[in-house]
């Protein structure tokens, strides 16, 4: 049986950024849910402290984690609130440090954010200059079709992933992902981040103004940073049902192997 052929799929400045994001998006999200352990509650607005309303609060009474949002609370004992014995937000499995201390998570966090401010810049440039973001991210014009998208949407829900030639290409969820990542979440990441610097606040007062306030800002960096970790969720669930050592080795080489076509 012939095999597929293998294809130069994804070049060496794709496959270094997305590695370096990779390394500093994890570091921020583990530091991130530390900072966050110093003050579980999430204000809109400008001002915010314990006896203010909090839209989401990740707390514990006693032995008994809990998550409350929008007026509903939930029991999360063993997962947030109060796990490992340990009454913290988050527990130490999933934060940097894995210790209480946020001076350091604090000092991991900085380190993240500035190589991900660095590497992102870069990028772009790349991908601008290059024309990737044209060639490989633009959707055409039949992609941007409702009826296409809603198509490539069913698809995924049956598990029925591009094979053969339509794996060649990024398929139209896959760049749509990608575009809002790329263009939207990490760049808002990076706003609302420097919106809460009192450096940043003097410098550029606008911006934090744009945001609504700093607790506005820290409720969007928040809500960022869970679009990230769930993007991440979906997109190693992708890896693994598309064939993880082929997914693996286009991003480590470059090299791809097409998928065969289904049978008829």
């Not at 060496?12 to 570091?27: G, K």
Request: aromatic fraction near 10%.
């Amino acid at each position: 049986m012939e095999r597929s052929p293998l294809i130069l799929r994804i070049r060496w400045p794709v496959r270094l950024w997305h590695w370096i994001n990779a390394l500093t998006v994890f570091i921020m999200l583990m530091s991130g849910m530390m900072i966050f352990n110093a003050h579980p509650r999430l204000y809109w607005g400008k001002f915010g402290a314990n006896f203010d309303h909090a839209w989401l609060e990740i707390g514990n009474h006693g032995a008994h984690g809990y998550l409350a949002l929008g007026g509903q609370e939930w029991p999360t004992t063993g997962v947030l609130g109060f796990a490992q014995g340990i009454a913290l937000a988050f527990p130490p499995l999933v934060t940097l440090p894995s210790h209480y201390n946020l001076a350091l998570a604090r000092g991991w966090h900085f380190l993240g954010a500035w190589t991900l401010v660095a590497s992102l810049v870069c990028f772009l440039l790349y991908a601008l200059l290059s024309g990737h973001l044209r060639r490989d991210l633009g959707l055409s014009r039949e992609e941007r079709r409702p009826r296409a998208l809603l198509h490539d949407i069913g698809q995924h829900l049956r598990l029925r992933l591009p094979r053969g030639e339509a794996a060649r290409h990024y398929n139209p969820l896959q760049k749509l992902a990608y575009l809002s990542v790329l263009l939207a979440v990490l760049p808002l990441l990076i706003a609302t981040g420097l919106a809460m610097s009192p450096t940043m606040n003097a410098a550029l007062p606008w911006l934090l103004d744009g945001l609504g306030g700093r607790q506005s800002a820290r409720s969007i960096h928040f809500l960022c940073a869970l679009a990230m970790a769930l993007f991440i969720a979906v997109h190693l669930a992708m890896v693994v049902l598309a064939g993880p050592l082929n997914e693996l080795r286009a991003m480590s080489t470059g090299w791809y192997r097409l998928p065969p076509e289904r049978k008829p």
